[in-house]
């Protein structure tokens, strides 16, 4: 038998009085009444009441162990309501992560929007390049860049991730503009650290066609594609980062765009989430929120020269 649906019974009985007054509650009968207490007593291995063919009364076990029940099934109603009010309204922590470089240019300053607008969620923001576990580690959704391999999650499909290839008006002057993917054997290239051989500076040529041009060897390399904004902006070379991570420089003239036509095809980038029949309001918000502010109809959040 359902344990929690015996310990309710016992206590309707405890309160009651009777069985009979017990069963018209639940709409059961006073037999039934009477194996959920039996199904009780036996999981104890104790009287939990003491019954005459005229009166019945609580054992000591069994006072003790009615009080234990009603405060046993308090938590539970209340973790029931907290729960229903969770769902009534958006409210309570979202734990969420996203890649760390559009995380902190554009999901960050967005977030401050979403809080001001629901001010009783609250927010964990975890920047991190690799695949979190949602599940595992308890997070409520994750913004993702490149192909997905988890059928699992829900994937809400957002403005695809384009680079772009940057670099400051001085260093331009000084070493010249580059026109086509050979030109960069003569520049200094800025290389990301987390891309792999088959990555590095993989550019296209002008119809089309993928480059088979390589730049030299990096003499600045960093984990950090801030890092390396940082070195283009002070006239070190040129680099290739996410286009929404530039956007801002380019648009006030700190950095100009180059090789427009050679860049890399963009790659996706989904918001995932578990699958849920019936999502929190603070995560049902979430994703309306981003959705409109960096979904693929959504208009630019940055405007670029």
């Known amino acids: 038998m359902d344990k929690l649906r015996s310990m309710e019974i016992f206590v309707a009985v405890v309160d009651a009085g009777s069985f009979t007054h017990a069963a018209d509650t639940f709409r059961i009968s006073p037999v039934m009444v009477g194996k959920h207490i039996k199904a009780l007593e036996t999981l104890l291995g104790a ?37 229903e009010a969770m769902r009534a309204a ?38 991190n390049d690799r695949v979190v576990d949602l599940v595992d580690e308890g997070y409520d959704a994750a913004i993702r860049i490149g192909d997905l391999d988890d059928s699992s999650m ?15 008006p001085a260093y331009l002057e000084q070493h010249g503009v580059p026109r086509t993917p050979a030109d960069l054997v003569h520049h200094e290239c800025l290389d990301f650290m987390q891309w792999t051989p088959q990555m590095r500076w993989r550019l296209r040529e002008a119809n089309g066609e993928r480059s088979a041009a390589k730049p030299r060897e990096s ?47 963009p790659r996706p980038m989904h918001l995932v989430y578990p699958r849920d029949r019936q999502p929190t309001p603070k995560l049902a918000t979430f994703i309306e929120f981003m959705l409109e502010r960096f979904g693929p109809s959504a208009p630019l959040p940055y405007q670029i020269l």
């Open 154 to 168: 829900v994937a809400r499909p957002l403005r695809p991730y384009a680079m772009a290839i940057c670099a400051s």
């Open 219 to 265: 003499r600045f390399r960093s984990s950090s594609g801030q890092a390396l904004r940082m070195a283009a902006l002070n006239g070190f070379g040129l680099v290739m980062q996410a286009e929404l991570l530039l956007a801002q420089d380019i648009a006030a003239g700190r950095l100009v765009p180059v090789l427009a036509d050679c860049l890399p095809v």
């Open 47 to 83: 009287r939990l009441l003491a019954r005459t063919t005229r009166r019945q009364s609580l054992t000591e076990i069994g006072r003790q162990y009615a009080d234990q029940c009603r405060a046993i099934l308090a938590q539970i109603r209340q973790a029931e309501t907290g729960a």
């Open 90 to 127: 958006p409210r309570g922590k979202l734990k969420i992560t996203a890649p760390v470089s559009f995380g902190s240019e554009w999901v960050s300053p967005a977030m401050t929007d979403y809080l001001r607008a629901h001010p009783e969620v609250s927010l964990d923001l975890n920047l």
